[in-house]
């Protein structure tokens, strides 16, 4: 069975330093992952995925993560945080297509990203 | 063109009440997905749909049907509301399995309060 540990419910960063948001998976095959973004009174919006190749992603508004196969982590990074990236944020796994996962994705269960000036 | 579209957006109701959420998408997309969302768990599965006429459950499918007899249409019922079912549902999409890239795409959410 896959599953998703987010590392820090709550993270809270000054504008301007970086933002690192924790995220470890547990999966029997090679998966997809995805971070997500939520904020207030929204839906999830996707800000990265990696499905194969290379390890490093970039996504939207200057975020990025890096798969590491051997620690089993996908954590989300940002070199400069604004104060519109206060939100929350959601890692998730799924199986690739072609190995029964249907698109199912397992969510975290969020870590809230606070950015004070 | 919204994409994906659930209402209410908002509703409270009470115990024992029936309540429908609904969800329409406007991509074709074959999948749908409901999810609630709560505090401490992220978002859990609780139905999905492959295409028209079949579903299947998710991680917490108790005190739920579902059904989706056209592809567009993908509508949650509580046939009889508890106080537990209170909570922020999602509907989402997603195309064919084969070479996709498992992303979904959410709608904005249904608050449901149930008292």
């Known amino acids: 069975a896959q599953s998703v540990t987010q590392l820090g419910s709550h993270v809270s960063v000054s504008e301007g330093a970086l933002v690192l948001l924790r995220c470890n998976y547990s999966?029997?095959?090679?998966?997809?992952l995805f971070w997500y973004v939520q904020y207030p009174n929204q839906g999830l919006q996707l800000l990265l995925k990696?499905?194969?190749?290379?390890?490093l992603v970039k996504g939207i508004n200057g975020f990025e993560a890096e798969f590491k196969k051997s620690e089993t982590s996908f954590h989300l990074t940002k070199p400069s945080a604004h104060m519109s990236d206060a939100a929350e944020y959601f890692c998730?796994?799924?199986?690739?297509?072609?190995?029964?996962?249907?698109?199912?994705?397992?969510f975290g269960a969020g870590t809230r990203l606070a950015v004070h000036p | 063109d919204a994409g994906i579209t659930q209402s209410p957006r908002y509703k409270i109701t009470e115990t024992g009440r029936q309540v429908t959420l609904m969800c329409h998408q406007t991509?074709?997309?074959?999948?749908m997905f409901w999810y609630r969302q709560d505090l401490g768990h992220g978002l859990r599965l609780i139905y999905y749909?492959?295409?028209?006429?079949?579903?299947d459950k998710g991680e917490v499918p108790d005190g739920y049907v579902v059904s989706r007899s056209k592809t567009e249409n993908f509508p949650l019922t509580l046939e009889s509301a508890t106080r537990s079912q209170t909570s922020v549902y999602f509907c989402?999409?997603?195309?064919?399995?084969?070479?996709?890239?498992?992303?979904?795409?959410f709608g904005e959410g249904s608050r449901l309060t149930v008292l």
């Open positions: 998730a796994v799924s199986l690739p297509p072609f190995s029964g996962g249907y698109n199912k994705l397992i």
């Open positions: 991509w074709s997309h074959s999948y």
């Open positions: 990696y499905t194969t190749g290379a390890t």
């Open positions: 749909s492959a295409a028209a006429d079949i579903t």
């Open positions: 989402a999409t997603g195309p064919t399995n084969r070479g996709g890239t498992g992303e979904l795409f």
């Open positions: 999966s029997s095959v090679p998966p997809y």
